[in-house]
């Protein structure tokens, strides 16, 4: 008679996880307890050896599908595009172009080549190609994570891919510690990852030990200054400092606000634009109210005024974070925000790389 196998204890199977699928004990406990949970309302008996199975075969799965688990916490992130016909809308422009350099400043820019039928051909990492058609429905999320091999934070970029609209998320939060998944590969420029996401790709809340949020970003990010905006390149991103005032409602581009470069706001003198993303969510950003000292996550876009021919100064943002040690009070009465420093935030005066 054969003698029936011991089954494995909880702690086994970690050690196999950790060692093969790079799991925390943190994902793993909370993976058991909500495994437990679920099979002790369907089934009779073996409940601890069914979870086990279950957060085994969950665990091997996410290991197939090439992502990592990585942990930070998300600044921003940008509206959601249809990215091929973006592509496809550029190469129809250059190829209509008379400058001679057209063609080859697209195909540059957007690492593609440019039939002669119009079509655009896409070359992967390995060689291979295809031509891109269709829609590629894609959300560019922000923020910094621990580097998987030093755990020294560094910031992402993460191409978030959806199959259409319908189904297009946000991250749920900004600013707390999260964990989420994807494939990370090397930024040369930033020293940080552009991140693939895969379809386990979400954002949720971790336990995971990071430090706070403003002592975190002084570590990743180098603060603009706003009288230096200007002299940036066309396409920079960057991270400014400054007061938002005069909301301009846009639910087809995106809400606007005024960030004067001085103390002073005045409604008619629009000195630096920001706009958010079309479907930015401002009920994420907590504490804000117009005048509130804010960080401004962005990409520099300055734009030529079709009226006035004057240059705008222009922030198209992905996030904004209220600087939580400048208190705001508000006057009920005037509905307007006043602020007392008694606790001036250090951000400014001590960010590591400010320009």
């Known amino acids: 008679m054969t003698e029936k196998k011991k089954a494995p204890?909880?702690?086994?199977?970690?050690?196999?996880?950790?060692?093969?699928?790079?799991?925390?004990?943190?994902?793993?406990?909370?993976?058991?307890?909500?495994?437990?949970?679920?099979?002790?309302?369907?089934?009779?008996d073996d409940h601890e050896l069914r979870a086990l199975k279950s957060v085994f075969e969950s665990a091997m799965a996410l290991m197939k599908s090439g992502g990592t688990t990585l942990y930070g916490f998300v600044v921003g992130y940008d509206s959601l595009v249809d990215t091929n016909e973006l592509i496809l809308k550029a190469a129809r422009a250059a190829k209509a172009n008379s400058e001679p350099d057209a063609v080859k400043e697209f195909e540059e820019t957007y690492m593609c080549k440019l039939e002669p039928d119009g079509s655009v051909t896409r070359f992967r990492d390995d060689g291979s190609s295809y031509n891109i058609k269709g829609s590629r429905w894609q959300r560019t999320v922000y923020g910094?994570?621990?580097h998987p091999?030093?755990?020294?934070?560094?910031?992402?970029?993460?191409?978030?891919?959806f199959?259409?609209?319908?189904?297009?998320?946000?991250?749920s939060a900004l600013f707390i510690p999260i964990e989420f998944r994807g494939i990370p590969k090397k930024d040369e420029n930033s020293g940080g990852f552009n991140i693939t996401s895969v379809n386990e790709t979400d954002f949720k809340a971790t336990k995971h030990e990071l430090p706070p949020f403003e002592e975190a970003i002084k570590k990743v990010y180098a603060l603009t200054k706003l009288d230096a905006l200007k002299t940036k390149e066309k396409g920079t991103n960057v991270v400014i400092r400054g007061k938002l005032y005069g909301l301009r409602a846009n639910a087809m581009y995106g809400d606007r606000y005024t960030l004067p470069v001085g103390e002073d706001y005045d409604p008619e003198r629009r000195e630096i634009d920001v706009q958010l993303a079309k479907d930015f969510d401002m009920n994420q950003v907590r504490g804000f109210v117009e005048g509130v000292p804010c960080l401004i996550w962005g990409n520099y876009q300055p734009y030529e005024d079709k009226l006035t021919k004057n240059k705008v100064e222009k922030v198209q943002a992905s996030g904004i974070y209220v600087l939580e040690k400048e208190r705001i009070?508000?006057?009920?009465?005037?509905?307007?925000?006043?602020?007392?420093?008694?606790?001036?935030?250090?951000?400014?005066?001590?960010?590591?790389?400010?320009?």
Do not use: H, M
């Open 329 to 355: 009070e508000t006057n009920t009465s005037s509905n307007q925000s006043t602020l007392t420093k008694e606790e001036t935030s250090d951000i400014e005066t001590k960010w590591a790389g400010a320009e």
């Open 9 to 44: 204890t909880k702690d086994e199977v970690f050690g196999i996880l950790e060692k093969k699928c790079k799991v925390s004990r943190e994902w793993f406990d909370k993976e058991c307890d909500e495994a437990l949970e679920f099979v002790k309302a369907r089934f009779p």
């Open 149 to 161: 091999e030093s755990n020294k934070l560094v910031p992402f970029r993460l191409f978030w891919g």
């Open 163 to 171: 199959a259409d609209p319908s189904k297009g998320k946000k991250p």
């Open 144 to 146: 910094l994570c621990e």
